[in-house]
């Protein structure tokens, strides 16, 4: 049936159905003791660079990679400041309306401030009151003096700079210091202070150009009501760091926000709106002194 060299006889091929050879063991396979030693070698050698195919996720990345998320932002770097300018203008509606209508039992930083301060909404109130004030300044000169030679006074708007920004930093920076070391824990961050009082100076913007009325009783009003809402908003902002305190400290901290705060309007309105008679009167003799001196 098979020929010597293991294949079948062409004889035996053509005929019908015969009983064929059973195989029912087979020869081992040719095992070469050269390649067990090399997939030894090279599990040894995998183990020992710690090189793992199933845990390749975790090698380290090329040094070319950016990873900036991970590093740590320093107070002196543009980066660090970028995300209190990641806020839409829903976000700064609606704290500039908290601004100016305080709720006793709802507060105004905690709704509002507390999950994600910005400086981009407080810097630019504080840039509007800066024009403003200095605008309603010179119009309210132009038509308090008109037989004046008028002449746009660009100081106003330094002062007026130097005024708010001032008031800005300085009182968040006394409020910080006081709970750090006054009461002893930090309740607030220094740039959740800034933007509690950038957004309180949003009243004054629409009080600064009703300050240009020339009415002595109705700019004092206006800056006493326009100071108490404000103040107002501050008062709950801050009430319940302060009420817990077991000095006792907190009604006098309160007048002191609030008479601050009161002090800051006064002298504004002072400063650019409020012209007194004797001051109008001084200015007309003087006009009309170097008119004739001019005229001799």
Known sequence: MFSSDGFLNDKFSNKGPSQTHIFTSFPNSAVDPDDDSSLDNKSNNDQLYGY?????EQLPLPATVNNT????????QIEYYQKYFQIDTQQILERLVASVTPQPNKSYFNSTIRQNPDL???FWVCITFIVTVAIGG???T???TPDSEFQIDFSKITLSAILICFYWWLMPTCIY?????HLQRIEYIFIELLCIYGYS???FIPVSILWMIPITWLQWLLTILSSLISGSVLIVAFWPTINADPKRFNAISMLIILFAHLVMAISIMLVFFHISDTNINEKKESIMISSTKSKV
């Open 201 to 203: 100076l949003t009243i």
């Open 138 to 140: 010179n119009i309210l």
């Open 142 to 144: 132009y038509f308090r």
């Open 52 to 56: 793992n195919p199933s845990n390749t």
């Open 69 to 76: 998320k991970n590093e740590q932002l320093n107070i002196w």
């Open 177 to 181: 210091f006081f709970f750090r070391w």
């Open 120 to 122: 981009y909404g407080p």
